[in-house]
């Protein structure tokens, strides 16, 4: 059979690290998707053409123009590696008009752009394979689409960040702040110059939309996301948290509940009995609760050359076993048939259900945590823990610390609201939510 010839549009790290698998692979991975897969074209940007010469033993054509590889005639398969939004969002168009499928690990373009390209893809009859784009290594997009068919999933809740769950594995760890433990991560290679979009939430956030999209049947929604990051997390509440015996994760959290769904990333205490809890460093882990299996956890390296280059290489070979197969017979892109994809109603934040954790600054003083319950009381807000710390010397306040059953964030807003109004709180109230993830 002939070879599936691929262009890879760049060769960074995930680049190189599929190159350097299908090099060393070759003759397995074609024993399993029954053909070679070789590429033949890349595209990189200028100054890195020697060193990339060097890297693939001038065995692929390399030009600095990606629609050139695109459109070249000795291209089967795309391989969208270059991440952004633009020129990537055109050249996957482009390849997709062409009948060429395509292979990405580009989640940014996907969660802003997904329904468009999914949309083309599906006119032209072509695949878009994009297991790399979330949580690297870990096959996430093939369980949701092939493994858990059978299921309806209930919720989903993933730590699929790894550069922020290195950082608060630090802060938890060696008592870091977080710019001590950005720094770290930043000296290591594990987070970017500008950490915005990993540290602030959206990174997860484009992959919580897509793993939603695919577990709901909805499309990809992005920005109806709540995204809330780890910036202002401070190590005492981390330190707080592990008094109650709970750890404090970013989470990506997917809910379906009978009002709509819930679709958030946020700081999160979970318990650490849970298995989610212990996964530390630059790991990732996505738990997935369907009705009849349970839950399901997935644990694996979120990045990395190798570790995403791995899930690359799988798309390919499943574009390369699919050649001869009927649009209509193939697994659909977001595990849903796309004419079965549902527009439901992504709850806004106030809306949420969840537990939350609170601390308040107090005045060391009879009545205090009187006003503070009776608040609470008034939201219909119980209270399922509660811990007030000794004034720290010579301070007249104290830390009160208050775990809470399950309520509406409308309530605990409102109730927020009035504790910070009164003349014994010192300092704005911090609120983070809590979950249960009980299977
Ligand atoms: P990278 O190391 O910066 O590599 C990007 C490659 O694309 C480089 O070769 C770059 O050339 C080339 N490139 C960028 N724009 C180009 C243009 N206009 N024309 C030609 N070549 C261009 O990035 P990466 O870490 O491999 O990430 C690639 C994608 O994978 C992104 O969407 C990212 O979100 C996703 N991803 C990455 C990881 C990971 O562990 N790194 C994990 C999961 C998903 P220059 O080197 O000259 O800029």
Redesign the pocket.
Known sequence: MTPLRVGL?????????TWSILERNREEIARRAGRDIVVTRA??????LER?RQKTAGRVQLC???MEVVQAEDVDVVA?????KE??RTLVLRALELGKPVV??????LAVHGNEIFEVARRNEVMVGFE??VA?GIPIIKVLREGLTANRIQWLAGIINGTSNFILTQMRDQGMGFSEALSQAQALGYAEADPTFDVEGV?AAHKLSLLAAMAFGIPVQFERAHVEGISSLTAEDICYAEEFGYRIKLLGIAKRTLRGIELRVHPTLISERCLIAKVDGVMNAVLVKGDAVGATLYYGA????E??GSAVVADLVDIARMGQVAPGHRVPYLAFQPDQVRDEVVLPVAEIETAYYLRLRATDRPGVLADITRILALQKISIEAMLQKEPRAGEARVDVIMLTHVTREQAIDTAINQIEALDSIAAPVVRLRLESLSS
């Open positions: 549009l760049g060769l960074g790290v995930v680049g190189g690290g595209a990189v940007r200028a100054q890195d990339v600095t123009d990606p969208e590696l270059m991440g952004g020129p990537a990405t690990a580009n989640k940014a373009l790399a784009a690297g990174d979120g990045a990395g050359a570790p995403t």
